[in-house]
Structures are given as C-alpha cells and as structure tokens.
T-cell receptor
Framework: AQTVTQSQPEMSVQEAETVTLSCTYD???????LFWYKQPPSRQMILVIR??????QNATENRFSVNFQKAAKSFSLKISDSQLGDAAMYFC???????????????FGKGITLSVRP | DTGVSQDPRHKITKRGQNVTFRCDPI?????LYWYRQTLGQGPEFLTY????????KSRLLSDRFSAERPKGSFSTLEIQRTEQGDSAMYLC?????????????FGEGSWLTVV
C-alpha cells in the first residue's frame, strides 16, 4: 500500500520570505501523481500544484514550485514570497495513474500547518 | 461552473441517531469520492463511485455507513446509529474520468458532531 509522510506538523515563515514543506512517500509503482493541496481554516481544500512521476522537470505554479526526487521518494513544496493568505494546512497526496475504474483515490499525508508572520 | 457542494455544512446529533449527508459534484464529473477528516489529520478515503457504480470501499466504512449515487449525479452518505467516534468532517470530491491527470475537486465538507 502507498503511504505519504509529512513529518513536520507545523512551520512558520516571515511574510515575503521563502519556506519549504517536506513530504516523503512510499510506493512500488513507477508511474503516479503527486499533489500538494491547501486547506485554509474552515474552507475547502484546493489544489496547489501537481507533479507527474514520469516527468523529470519539477512543476511550477507562480510562487509555488516542487522539488521532486523520484529515487529518494521525496516531494517538497517551496513557497516563495510568502503572503498572509498562504497561511493554511498543506497536504501532500499521492495517486496512482489508473485512468479507469478503481485506485484513482488520493492518499494523503497528515498535513502541515503553515503560519505566516506579518 | 459551480463547484462541489455539500449539505448540511454542520450537523449535531445525539449518539444513536442516523444522519445523512448529500453531495452534488461538478456537473460533468462522473467520479465521486467520500473522505473523512478528523481535526489535525489528513483526509482518509471512504468510498468512490464512477457514475452510479460504487467501485471501492475502505475498511473504514463499517456496516453502519452506506453511500449511494442512484443516478450517477448527486450522492448521499448515511451513518446509522452514530457513535462519538464518527465525529469528523466528511468531504466529498469529484473528478472527470478518462483524462490522464484529471484533477480531483473538493467540497467544503460536512462537519458532524455526535454528542
């Protein structure tokens, strides 16, 4: 079974600074997806960024980028120029690449709470 | 395009009562998922539908839990004889099958408190 581990329960960053959130995972699959989701307090979970395992290039979305190390099974999220609105819980998640039928579910880590200091 | 909507957003119930949550996915999405999330934890998968077929159920889904998606559109999650351990947020999500890398979109969740 696939597992996702986020070992840091909390992190804090100064506004405008850069922060990196860590995630490791375990799988025997060679092709899969990795995601970072953001969940603000009392609000819905939204997708921040997605990485396909077969792509060597790290994904980037504006101020958000990932460092994907497939051999090490590591998938960290870097937030540049942190903003107050980035304060939220961040979840790392894994999904197999099955396009049809079963096994399309997400497996989440326990999450990390990010606070942004003004 | 409206997102995934869930109803009710909050429910307080007495132990032993039955509760039902409803989820309306994004209109063209044929996949629908239910997750459970407790405070400070990541969501845990409960069950998954493709159209009206329930394709996978987690071992977390005890006999007291039942989910349906009768016409392949909205879904309901019913919990019978609620227990205090059922207190959690129940998240619904949807996606469109058949496209590599399809994104899963989440609703705002339904909070259940069992007293």
């Amino acid at each position: 079974a696939q597992t996702v581990t986020q070992s840091q329960p909390e992190m804090s960053v100064q506004e405008a600074e850069t922060v990196t959130l860590s995630c490791t995972y375990d799988t025997s699959e060679s092709d899969y997806y990795l995601f970072w989701y953001k969940q603000p307090p009392s609000r819905q979970m939204i997708l921040v960024i997605r990485q396909e395992a077969y792509k060597q290039q790290n994904a980037t979305e504006n101020r958000f980028s990932v460092n994907f190390q497939k051999a090490a099974k590591s998938f960290s999220l870097k937030i540049s120029d942190s903003q107050l609105g980035d304060a939220a819980m961040y979840f790392c998640a894994y999904r197999r690449t099955a396009v049809t039928g079963a096994n399309s579910k997400l497996t989440f880590g326990k999450g990390i709470t990010l606070s942004v200091r003004p | 395009d409206t997102g995934v909507s869930q109803d009710p957003r909050h429910k307080i119930t007495k132990r032993g009562q039955n509760v039902t949550f409803r989820c309306d996915p994004i209109s063209e999405h044929n996949r629908l998922y239910w997750y459970r999330q407790t405070l400070g934890q990541g969501p845990e998968f409960l069950t998954y539908f493709q159209n009206e077929a329930q394709l996978e159920k987690s071992r977390l889904l005890s006999d007291r839990f039942s989910a349906e998606r009768p016409k392949g559109s909205f879904s309901t999650l019913e919990i019978q004889r609620t227990e205090q351990g059922d207190s959690a947020m129940y998240l619904c999500a949807s996606s469109l099958a058949g496209e590599r890398g399809n994104t899963i979109y989440f609703g705002e969740g339904s909070w259940l408190t069992v007293v």
